[in-house]
């Protein structure tokens, strides 16, 4: 069974950082690209960035560019997400995704449960 | 930047068929993908590929393409579809990975 569990979330001041990790298990973690996608409370999904199977290429969506920084350890079967200069409306539940690559565009399948961040003073 | 359509809000009676529609301009040329999320709950892929059903998906969730709007239907809605449906798609170039704004399917 595939299972992607996120951990490292909790309550950070503006202009702080975390981490956050996704331990992946039930499926061959290195053949995969892999998302990061947020859900700020109440409101719709926003992709964040994604890795590319080996490391190699990153992407991500221009709120975060700068200061947020996807990174992954095949060895470990895990994704990160090294959040800096967090601010208010980075607050969001953030979920790891598998992301299949498919002509002519990719998906989301499966999610983790996800990891709630809270910016705030 | 690129947009996905969707009403905000769909109210059924169970056994009646709901219809959430996406709209955007590069769906003629991308597929669409469907997400339930519950409430509290992760997202959900209930359709793929505009029109495909992963397994264990029930029969009565169905999706289909017509131009530049997919359209997410639900024969029969259960009680238990009651939930936030999404769609995603890319733009023409597929390098932007968009969702929809999300519907809210009630059932009662």
């Known amino acids: 069974e595939v299972q992607l569990v996120e951990s490292g979330g909790g309550l950070v001041q503006p202009g702080g950082s975390l981490r956050l990790s996704c331990a992946a298990s039930?499926?061959?973690?290195?053949?995969?690209?892999m998302s990061w996608v947020r859900q700020a409370p109440g409101k719709g999904l926003e992709w964040v960035a994604n890795i590319k199977q080996d490391g190699s290429e990153t992407y991500y969506v221009d709120s975060v560019k700068g200061r947020f920084t996807i990174s992954r350890d095949n060895a470990k079967n895990s994704l990160y997400l090294q959040m800096n200069s967090l601010r208010a409306e980075d607050t969001a539940i953030y979920y790891c995704?598998?992301?299949?690559?498919?002509?002519?565009?990719?998906?989301?399948?499966?999610w983790g449960q996800g990891t709630l961040v809270t910016v705030s003073s | 930047s690129y947009e996905l359509t969707q009403p905000p809000s769909v109210s059924v009676s169970p056994g009646q068929t709901a219809r959430i529609t996406c709209s955007g301009d590069a769906l003629p040329k991308k597929y669409a993908y469907w997400y339930q999320q519950k409430s509290g709950q992760a997202p959900v892929l209930v359709i793929y590929e505009d029109s495909k059903r992963p397994s264990g998906i029930p029969e009565r969730f169905s999706g289909s393409i017509s131009g530049t709007m997919a359209t997410l239907t639900i024969s029969g809605a259960q009680v238990e579809d009651e939930a936030d449906y999404y769609c995603?798609?890319?733009?023409?170039?597929?390098?932007?990975?968009?969702f929809g704004g999300g519907t809210k399917l009630t059932v009662l």
């Open positions: 039930g499926f061959t973690f290195s053949r995969y690209w």
């Open positions: 995704a598998v992301e299949i690559t498919m002509i002519p565009n990719n998906y989301f399948d499966p």
């Open positions: 995603y798609s890319t733009d023409s170039s597929g390098d932007h990975r968009v």
